[in-house]
């Protein structure tokens, strides 16, 4: 083995940097060239490539973001981008491909590699819905993020006397928003795994100003929808290349029916992409750089068609179809603990 590329797909997150430097650093060692796939699946059908040094990982550690670029791009959507990716490959003689991504391009990487594309998978998104992996790195971060967010939305409630709705990232798995909530006194968590009661939730604030405490904080990840509802809330019906729709509203959705059914001033708090960005924490750091080590020591050992996993503190090789399979929901134990706050 001599050439091997690397790409980051999907949704950028905090740690990609640090995951792309233990590649490049790890490849030295083997005496191995590092090839840079720019933007993703994207890269690799155009042929956008650059040469990975000592020098270009140099400084990136705690950088957020990717040097690379990032893309939504399915190459499965048509033929020809897929036997452009077969070309390509071919093409730059790349012996392997390191995949950084969530469960979309880990997808791609799992159905290439049933066309005898070597690859190996590193996980990354800041959701944590990764089958087979007790972490993704990025995650940290965004917790830590929303976190903050939510302890300082504290102190303009109590001053105001409001509801405060914080909506947070997490279509289909509400980590973000439950771990956030738990570590920031949230009053409220709602998230995609368990539909929730409006009026339910207006009893818990009242109950709260019954209490004598005259505000609330509620966390609400963008896949949430409440029981009488099965659609979820969109800011488009647009669709990306997966397949996806663009979440978004249902804080609005939500503060609004708080006003109506209580007449208590309320306001929400959109976080975005303010999750994704800036430096990794240390957590994060760590665990991309111990992915990136243990996805070129996977090539090394010619085990393709793997995801680097986090089990325990052992960082294990799974099968890609495992982890893309089905989504990792939010323990129901973890949220029965955060619930024990609601309305307190």
């Known amino acids: 083995m001599k050439k091997i590329?690397?790409?980051?797909?999907?949704?950028?997150?905090?740690?990609?940097?640090?995951?792309?430097?233990?590649?490049?650093?790890?490849?030295?060692?083997?005496?191995?060239?590092?090839?840079?796939?720019?933007?993703?699946?994207?890269?690799?059908?155009?042929?956008?490539?650059?040469?990975?040094?000592?020098?270009?990982?140099?400084?990136?550690?705690?950088?957020?973001?990717?040097?690379?670029?990032?893309?939504?791009?399915?190459p499965f959507k048509n033929e020809e981008d897929v036997k452009k990716i077969l070309e390509n490959i071919k093409r730059f003689k790349l012996d392997a491909i390191?995949?950084?991504?969530?469960?979309?391009?880990?997808?791609?990487?799992?159905?290439?590699?049933?066309?005898?594309?070597?690859?190996?998978?590193?996980?990354?998104?800041?959701?944590?819905?990764?089958?087979?992996?007790?972490?993704?790195?990025?995650?940290?971060?965004?917790?830590?993020?929303?976190?903050?967010?939510?302890?300082?939305?504290?102190?303009?409630?109590?001053?105001?006397?409001?509801?405060?709705?914080?909506?947070?990232?997490?279509?289909?798995?509400?980590?973000?928003?439950?771990?956030?909530?738990?570590?920031?006194?949230?009053?409220?968590?709602?998230?995609?795994?368990?539909?929730?009661?409006?009026?339910?939730?207006?009893?818990?604030?009242?109950?709260?100003?019954?209490?004598?405490k005259n505000f609330s904080i509620i966390c609400v990840a963008e896949g949430a929808r409440p029981k009488e509802s099965d659609s979820l809330i969109t800011k488009t019906d647009k669709k990306d290349e997966f397949g996806h729709v663009q979440l978004g509203g249902i804080g609005h959705y939500l503060a609004k029916e708080i006003e109506k059914r209580m007449d208590v001033e309320t306001r929400v708090t959109v976080l975005g992409y303010v999750q994704r960005g800036g430096t990794p924490t240390a957590h994060d750091r760590v665990l991309a750089t111990r992915f990136g080590i243990a996805a070129v020591e996977t090539l090394k050992k010619g085990d393709f068609g793997k995801m680097v996993a986090l089990q325990g503190n052992k960082i294990v090789p799974i099968e890609l179809e495992q982890a893309t399979n089905t989504s990792k929901t939010v323990d129901k134990e973890l949220y029965d603990i955060a619930k024990v706050f609601f309305g307190r």
């Not at 991504?101 to 880990?106: E, S």
């Open 98 to 212: 390191v995949a950084i991504g969530g469960d979309d391009t880990l997808g791609v990487a799992a159905k290439l590699h049933k066309l005898d594309v070597p690859v190996v998978g590193v996980p990354k998104t800041i959701d944590n819905d990764l089958s087979g992996t007790d972490y993704t790195f990025g995650f940290d971060t965004a917790v830590s993020i929303v976190t903050q967010a939510i302890d300082r939305l504290h102190t303009t409630a109590e001053s105001h006397h409001r509801v405060i709705v914080v909506e947070v990232m997490g279509r289909h798995a509400g980590w973000i928003a439950t771990m956030a909530g738990i570590a920031g006194g949230a009053d409220e968590i709602l998230i995609p795994e368990e539909p929730f009661d409006v009026e339910e939730v207006c009893r818990n604030v009242e109950q709260r100003y019954r209490r004598g």
């Open 5 to 74: 590329g690397v790409l980051t797909g999907g949704g950028d997150c905090p740690g990609l940097n640090a995951a792309i430097r233990a590649v490049v650093r790890k490849a030295m060692q083997y005496d191995w060239d590092i090839i840079g796939i720019k933007n993703g699946w994207k890269g690799l059908i155009n042929g956008e490539m650059e040469l990975l040094t000592d020098y270009s990982v140099s400084g990136i550690l705690p950088k957020g973001g990717t040097i690379i670029g990032s893309s939504r791009t399915n």
